[in-house]
Structure formats: structure tokens, C-alpha cells
């Protein structure tokens, strides 16, 4: 019920932003409830970008369940109109929670050039193999 609630605030500020700039309107508002959040381009900018999250006021709670964390990653999801892959959480013992968000069309762009998705391989050992989400 408190994701919902805040949801909603998030969404306001995702709607008013333009495409290119939803995940940093998006951030913004997570920096307004405490995540001190930033979004800067994934290490290959072209695919997309990293909302990362270094500050979590829920972290204590998330170590005992994980499923906050995984309907927060369902949150933006929604909230960005795109699937989100989460790399890394505090709750996990990660220094910051990161998220990737794909460009529009990466994906298709990728399969049609021959490139490759993007990778996780920047999860840290805790969380390598598998989904920390």
C-alpha cells in the first residue's frame, strides 16, 4: 500500500516529463522521499540509462523481504512504460540499488545489428546468478 501511494506522486512527475527524460523525473521524485537518486547513461549509452538509488529508507525492512524490492522494479516498470532489469540493491548488501532502463527500441536495435543485450555482469557477487530483484 505505501508503494502504491507513492506510486502515484511518481507517475505524476514521469507523465509531465518528456520521453527522454522520464527516468531523471523519476529519480527526482525519488530523491524527494529519501533514495537520493540520479540517473546517468549505462555504460553503453546507446542501450540506455541506470537509475541508481543510493539511499534506501526501506533497506532494513527489504533484507527481511525481498519483495519490496521486486514491486518497486514492477513500479517503474509500469511507470516508465518499458521492462527495467534491477542490477544491484542495498538490501542485498549492494552500496547503491541500480536498475537498468532500456532505451526505446535497444533491444529490437540490438537484435537487428547483431549487437547484445546489456549485461549484468556489474552485479556484485552477492547478487551474481541471479535475480536480486
Known amino acids: 500500500a505505501r508503494l502504491a501511494a507513492q506510486a502515484e506522486g511518481y507517475r505524476e512527475a514521469v507523465e509531465n516529463a518528456e520521453p527522454e527524460a522520464r527516468t531523471e523525473a523519476l529519480a527526482k521524485a525519488l530523491t524527494a522521499d529519501g ?3 540520479t540517473a546517468r547513461s549505462a555504460p553503453n549509452p ?6 541508481c538509488q543510493h539511499h534506501c ?4 525492512v527489504a533484507e527481511q523481504y525481498p519483495q519490496l ?3 518497486e522494479t514492477e513500479v517503474f516498470s509500469r511507470l516508465l512504460g518499458t521492462h527495467v532489469q534491477r542490477l544491484a540493491t ?3 548488501g549492494d552500496g547503491v ?6 532505451k526505446a527500441g ?3 536495435a540490438a537484435h537487428r545489428t547483431g549487437g547484445h543485450h546489456p549485461k549484468t555482469t556489474t552485479a556484485s557477487a552477492s547478487t551474481a546468478g541471479r535475480n536480486p530483484a
Not at 46 to 51: A, I, K, S
Not at 97 to 102: A, D, G, I, K, S
Open 97 to 102: 540499488c541500480t536498475t537498468f532502463v532500456p
Open 69 to 71: 524490492c521486486e514491486a
Open 35 to 37: 533514495y537520493a537518486a
Open 46 to 51: 546507446q542501450l540506455g540509462e541506470q537509475l
Open 57 to 60: 529508507p526501506v533497506a532494513h
Open 106 to 108: 535497444a533491444g529490437k
Open 90 to 92: 542495498i538490501a542485498h
